[in-house]
């Protein structure tokens, strides 16, 4: 962020919405939505975002956006996947998970499916007959 503060430095909520390109109410809407996501509150109620919190925002943001999410699909990609795979989001270096990011394991899964769907056509035609 270009605001003239250290990257460890706390943000408001203005320039947390003003660098993510989001409204506040947006912001505070989101707060309600994950718990995950805490700033620290002022006496006054005035939040204070953590370099990490913002991380998190940055990938719910990502979730929501840019993939498309609903807010039920992005918490349950939270929930299962963990605070740190969201914030990898933020970045652009999402985690891979064992097993994903080879393009010959997903051919291996692709053939897989064409085999089975092949079988089930196969099943169909005996149970119907090829007409139908």
């Known amino acids: 962020m270009t605001s003239g503060k250290s990257d ?14 989001v409204k506040p109410h947006v912001l505070r809407f989101w707060e309600s939505k994950f718990d995950e996501i805490k700033p620290m509150k002022r006496a006054a109620g005035r939040r204070y975002y953590r370099p990490e919190d913002v991380e998190l ?3 719910i943001k990502q979730l929501l956006h840019e993939q498309g999410m609903t807010i039920k699909g992005a918490q349950k990609h939270l929930k299962e996947n963990g605070i740190a795979d969201v914030r990898a989001l ?3 270096a999402q ?8 393009s010959e394991v997903g051919l291996a899964k692709r053939s ?6 092949q079988n089930l056509v196969q099943a169909r035609i005996l149970l119907v007959g090829e007409d139908n």
Request: zero cysteines; proline letters at 3%.
């Open 8 to 21: 460890d430095a706390f943000r408001t909520i203005s320039e947390v919405a003003e660098a993510l390109d």
């Open 112 to 117: 897989k499916l064409e085999a089975a769907r």
């Open 57 to 59: 925002i940055a990938g």
């Open 95 to 102: 985690r891979q998970k064992p097993g994903e990011g080879s």
């Open 90 to 92: 933020a970045s652009g």
